[in-house]
């Protein structure tokens, strides 16, 4: 089993910068494909950014794309989302994921076996 636990939000001015963090408890973070989704005020959760364990491989959202960088240290059992140039809409919940499987990433919710709690994200115009 594996307990995921996320930081770093907070309070930004629109084209400002957070970066995010998923501390992964256990000994078996590099078993994982991982990814980080997110849920605005009366709207479903939406994929955000995925990572895959051996290679590195990332897939972002349109929305991310060129903005949002996901990475990972398996030596730290950790994994990150540097958000730059933030915009209102950006504006949500984020949550971790870890979907079990050396290969491959996970786009779908239901790929995903283990969930963070979130960090809000608040982006000001």
């Known amino acids: 089993q594996v307990q995921l636990v996320e930081s770093g939000g907070g309070l930004v001015q629109a084209g400002g910068s957070l970066r995010l963090s998923c501390a992964a408890s256990?000994?078996?973070?590099?078993?994982?494909?991982m990814g980080w989704f997110r849920q605005a005020p009366g709207k479903e959760r939406e994929f955000v950014a995925a990572?895959?364990?051996?290679?590195?491989?990332?897939y972002y959202a349109d929305f991310g794309k060129g903005r949002f960088t996901i990475s990972r240290d398996n030596a730290k059992n950790t994994m990150y989302l540097q958000m730059d140039s933030l915009k209102p809409e950006d504006t949500a919940v984020y949550y971790c994921?870890?979907?079990?499987?050396?290969?491959?990433?996970?786009?779908?919710?239901?790929?995903?076996?283990?969930w963070g709690q979130g960090t809000q994200v608040t982006v000001s115009s």
């Open positions: 256990g000994r078996t973070f590099s078993s994982y494909a």
């Open positions: 994921a870890a979907k079990l499987g050396i290969i491959g990433i996970g786009l779908k919710e239901s790929e995903y076996n283990y």
């Open positions: 990572i895959s364990v051996i290679t590195r491989t990332t």
